[in-house]
């Protein structure tokens, strides 16, 4: 019968001589053969288990038993009568030898939970537990850590605070708690930089790499004084607009920072060719800023007459735009509806200036036809002097008059129009047919000064004023030529 080491300890208690401590007693001294005092006859099992904690007491009073075989002391009073030890065992231990039979059980390990198949007699036991490699023993270097054999192996290479190991990257040697110390102070240990450079540096030239060659370490350029990560300053020396820079024109000014040196070359830079202000009238001279105010001095009377040329040229220029103005707006319709405005102001001034002749804009019969202009002497002229207004027309010279018919023989008709009248009504009108052999319709020549010819009594001032010719101080006078009016004389 295989009784669980549990039972027993139930039933007997025998804790040292289960327990792994196997330094205490056993109980096998109570089978000594030196006859003890008698103990009471109610003793149990449990004062055997107070005696084997403290077995030096047992044993002294056995000894004491066996020396004098005296009264017995006060201690062994209370443990043991008088009883012999037969009789004792007979009581603790029921049927015949009982102790072998207890020693002869059979038990598991005290380990059998944690997997040991080990089982056998009782007394085997201590034996098996000096082997058993569930059972735990003190590591061998000393480290204070009571171990299972079965992971002995495993401790002393890996977890053992006493092992001997080295560090991987500086291979120095240390005890397993030495080494956790040192784990991440290492200077040989490749780490990544700091900086997030990218790099990965051993760790004890770290701070020599943030400082010198980390590409994400600060530096500051050295003339705006501003701080860029390594990497970037060359991009930003290219640019910095303090940054010196020698005049590309060479000359003596020294550095200039980039950003002013466009303003240098504008303003100051003596080795610049600039050219004379004089240049749009036609002056070449260009050279150094520090010669162009001798220039300038010695250069006044020439600088003045190419004024004078170009303010010619630029007369003439204004005189081609004038005639091609007046060119593109010219009338080639054969009518000519005249506005004077401003007519009293005009009026006086008629009155004050003998002889004052209004002209109309020139005005072309046709695209190809003659040229035509009308006057008006508002003061009148000639037989209405002071008391009409007179309207003539000239011919002038136009640009296809070589083409054309000379004496000039349209009928002209001359409409003043009264403002407000009913559309077409009203209004004084006169007309002609020239005359071929009046000399006024002779082909014009160049000169300027050709008479004109028309109605010196157009229309008297008193009528003028009687009706409404006169309208917002405007009068309007139409003058129509009529090509199909020819009249051969
Ligand atoms: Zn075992
Ligand atoms: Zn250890
Ligand atoms: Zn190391
Ligand atoms: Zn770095
Ligand atoms: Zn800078
Ligand atoms: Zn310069
Ligand atoms: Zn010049």
Not at 226 to 232: C, I, L, P
Not at 263 to 292: I, N, W, Y
Not at 392 to 401: H, N, Q, R, T
Request: net charge positive; proline share 7%.
């Amino acid at each position: 019968m295989v009784r669980s080491l549990a039972q027993w300890t139930k039933t007997l208690s025998f804790p040292s001589r289960l327990s792994p401590n196997r330094n205490s007693k056993d109980c096998s001294t109570l089978a000594s053969p030196v006859p003890p005092p008698t103990p009471p006859r109610n003793k149990t099992h449990n004062n055997c288990a107070t005696s084997r904690s403290s077995s030096s007491t047992v044993s002294s009073s056995h000894s004491s038993s066996a020396n004098s075989n005296s009264s017995p002391t006060p201690g062994s009073n209370n443990n043991n009568n008088n009883m012999p030890i037969t009789e004792l065992e007979q009581i603790i231990y029921p049927g015949p030898d009982p102790k072998q039979a207890i020693m002869g059980s059979l038990v598991f390990c005290i380990h059998h939970k944690q997997g040991c198949k080990w089982s056998d007699e009782l007394r085997k036991l201590k034996g098996h537990l000096n082997a058993c490699k569930h059972d735990a023993t003190q590591c061998p270097n000393k480290c204070g850590a009571q171990i299972p054999r079965v992971m002995m192996t495993d401790h002393l290479q890996y977890t053992c605070t006493m092992r001997r190991t080295r560090c991987e990257f500086c291979q120095s040697e240390f005890s397993g708690a030495g080494l956790e110390e040192h784990n991440g102070s290492c200077g040989q240990e490749p780490v990544y930089c700091e900086a997030k450079c990218g790099q990965r540096i051993l760790r004890g030239r770290m701070s020599l790499h943030k400082s010198k060659d980390c590409a994400k370490r600060l530096r500051r350029c050295a003339h705006c004084q501003r701080e860029f990560s390594a990497d970037t300053l060359p991009l930003h020396a290219a640019q910095c607009p303090r940054a010196p820079l020698a005049c590309p024109q060479r000359c003596d000014a020294g550095p200039i920072a980039r950003a002013e040196l466009e303003a240098h070359l504008r303003d100051e830079c003596t080795s610049l060719a600039v050219s004379c202000s004089f240049k749009e009238a036609g002056c070449r001279f260009k050279g150094p800023r520090q010669m162009l105010d001798a220039h300038l001095e010695s250069s006044a009377a020439a600088h003045l007459s190419l004024m004078v040329a170009l303010s010619s040229r630029q007369g003439q220029q204004i005189q081609m735009l004038k005639s091609a103005v007046s060119k593109l707006s010219i009338n080639y319709t054969g009518t000519l509806l005249w506005k004077i405005t401003d007519w009293s102001a005009k009026m006086s001034e008629a009155r004050g200036k003998d002889g004052l002749e209004l002209i109309s804009p020139p005005f072309y019969t046709s695209q190809y036809g003659y040229k035509l202009q009308a006057s008006m002497f508002l003061n009148g002229n000639g037989p209405g002097e002071n008391t009409h207004v007179s309207v003539y027309i000239k011919v002038l010279p136009g640009e296809y008059d070589a083409l054309l018919k000379w004496p000039f023989s349209h009928s002209i008709t001359f409409t003043l129009f009264e403002q407000g009248a009913q559309s077409g009504q009203g209004g004084v009108a006169e007309s002609f047919v020239p005359d071929p052999t009046w000399e006024n319709f002779q082909r014009p020549s160049n000169e300027p000064d050709q008479l004109g010819f028309g109605f010196p009594r157009f229309i008297s001032h008193e009528l003028l004023h009687s009706r409404p010719f006169i309208k917002a101080d405007t009068v309007f006078l139409r003058v129509k030529v009529d090509p199909s009016k020819i009249v051969a004389v």
